[in-house]
């Protein structure tokens, strides 16, 4: 499995540097210049608010940007959350890149871990997830998924801002339009695989929270598949999140923590709006601190482990190999798991990624990985309470978008 892995990437790293045929290659512009005019992608994706920074004019054109930079050809496989307005977005960067000479797969409503394995399995050439992730309701975004189910680097992304600020992309004749089609096969091989990937004892009791979002109609069923005996909160698909904020935080899970205590369960598991992550709740009810959590996790596996620079010491004394940090970014950890071939890789938000299974990071996955060291090693509480206990406070700052792009000017010119 590792050994095919490192030959799919060793493929990935040589593929990347196309960009589009060589007569139609856009004009580069200097990077300051384009951070300042021109940048769409985040740390994860694009991602704003519907109407004013998220257009269907916008997905058209990253559609047809896309198309542009591989080279006008091959096959595209799209999902999306639960959000109301994924089905206009999703029409119109399907058709920026029908139009544009790409073939569409579309996979409809589902965690983006399936997106990346989907693009993987299907031998994509590259897949897309609408998502605003944890943000709520009016936001929405596009994330864009590599062959190997990783997500695109900052690199690649840069290319796909220049053809789109440049305008370069290109409509191919009518004969050459790209063929839409439907695969809803791939769901159940994921359900498969995913349980395939756990030995949990019969009857462990969950309490599974997805926030009306992507995670809704998968996750419960894989934890049942996987033997436990699943209780669910807010897993009716619903753009509009009735039941709790997507973002899984202690604020937006009383409930699940109220839950597990009444129920008895042995564990709760809290998924993100896309479900590429998941945080816990031990059978007394407390959320699981995030450090205490990853730590945890990646001392069962043996080799290294790598994570973000916010993570916290206790990592350090955890785990059995090195510990290799790098910038915030399941993309950045990514990269960094194919370059050292690492077991494991994960930033302390609960955004963890399996290299075993799939480059993307996968939410589902990771819960049922938790329930099977509670089902294996005892209570949850117990088994954090001896992980080493270091102080870390995260604090969100809201800044707008133009001053995160001076912030980031600045790094790249001082650095
Ligand atoms: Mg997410």
Redesign the pocket.
């Known amino acids: 499995m590792r050994q095919r892995r490192t030959q799919q990437n060793q493929r990935l790293r040589r593929d990347e540097h196309h960009d589009g045929p060589d007569e139609l290659r856009p004009q580069v512009r200097s990077i300051g210049e384009m951070m300042v005019a021109e940048k769409l992608f985040g740390t994860?994706g694009i991602r704003g608010k519907i109407g004013s920074e998220v257009t269907c004019e916008l997905a058209l054109n990253v559609g047809k940007s896309l198309a542009y930079y591989l080279g006008n050809e091959g096959c595209v496989v799209i999902g999306y959350d639960t959000r109301t307005t994924n089905q206009m977005l999703d029409q119109a960067i399907t058709s920026g890149l029908l139009e544009s000479g790409v073939d569409v797969i579309k996979i409809g409503m589902v965690p983006?871990p399936l997106v990346g394995y989907a693009t993987e399995k299907l031998d994509a050439d590259a897949g897309i997830m609408l998502?605003a992730?944890?943000n709520p309701s009016q936001y929405n975004g596009i994330k864009l998924w590599n062959k190997n189910g990783m997500a695109y680097t900052s690199e690649q992304e840069r290319k796909i801002e220049e053809i789109y600020a440049n305008k370069s992309y290109v409509s191919v004749s009518w004969d050459k339009v790209g063929k839409l089609s439907v695969n809803e096969e791939i769901k159940g091989r994921y359900i498969d695989d995913l349980v395939g990937m756990v030995d949990i004892k019969k009857g462990l009791k969950v309490v599974v929270d997805c926030a009306s979002g992507a995670g809704s109609e998968i996750s419960p069923l894989v934890f049942r598949k996987a033997g436990c005996e699943v209780t669910t909160l807010n897993s009716q698909p619903d753009g509009f999140f009735p039941g709790r904020n997507p973002e899984p935080n202690a604020e937006n899970l009383q409930t699940l923590m109220k839950t597990v205590v009444a129920i008895g369960a042995d564990l709760g598991v809290a998924h993100?709006?896309?479900?590429?992550?998941m945080i816990t709740v031990d059978e007394k009810g407390n959320i699981s601190p995030f450090d205490s959590l990853l730590a945890l996790i990646s001392k069962q596996f043996d080799g290294d482990i790598v994570t973000t620079v916010d993570a916290g010491l206790c990592m350090d004394e955890s785990v059995k190999g090195n510990v290799i940090r790098t910038p915030v970014g399941d993309v950045n950890v990514a990269e960094v798991i194919i370059e050292k071939d690492a077991a494991f890789g994960g930033e302390p938000s609960g955004?963890w990624l399996h290299p075993d299974f799939c480059m993307c990071p996968d939410?589902i996955l990771s819960g049922l990985r938790m329930a099977e060291i509670v089902s294996r090693e005892g209570k949850l509480s117990e088994l954090l309470a001896k992980i080493p206990q270091y102080p870390n406070i995260r604090e969100k700052i809201t800044c707008t978008k133009e001053q995160k792009l001076e912030e980031e000017y600045f790094l790249f010119q001082n650095f």
Request: aromatic fraction near 0%; avoid cysteine; charged fraction near 30%.
């Open positions: 994860s983006t998502t992730s944890h993100d709006g896309d479900a590429d992550r955004t939410g």
